[in-house]
């Protein structure tokens, strides 16, 4: 993973951390539970972008590297998984 990616993602989740929190006190506070489905789309949109991002980074880093010297059959098979469990949500 580049270190560009590993930061932004790294910075992503921690901001997620704190939405939950948020939404943890929300719950404890019996808040009106639209604004707090609200909030749980949110880090969940936001838990996608971060997916995103990472296998962004993977096919741009690992799989590329992988297939220059030619041993990329199974990091396309990695990424084939992942992407299929990615999209199942």
């Known amino acids: 993973m580049r270190t560009s990616t590993r ?3 790294l910075l992503r989740v921690k ?3 704190g939405q939950l929190r948020g939404i ?4 404890e506070e019996d808040a009106y539970c ?5 909030q749980l789309q949110a880090v969940s949109a ?3 972008a971060v997916g995103l991002k990472l296998l962004d980074d993977h096919v741009r880093t690992c799989v590329t590297d992988a ?3 030619g041993e990329g059959s199974q990091k396309l098979d990695e990424l084939t ?3 299929r469990r990615f999209a199942r949500r």
Do not use: E, S
């Open 81 to 83: 998984a992942a992407v």
């Open 15 to 17: 901001r997620m951390q």
């Open 7 to 9: 930061d932004d993602a």
């Open 46 to 48: 936001a838990c996608d």
């Open 34 to 38: 639209i604004d707090v489905l609200t």
């Open 67 to 69: 297939v220059k010297v």
């Open 24 to 27: 943890a006190r929300m719950i």
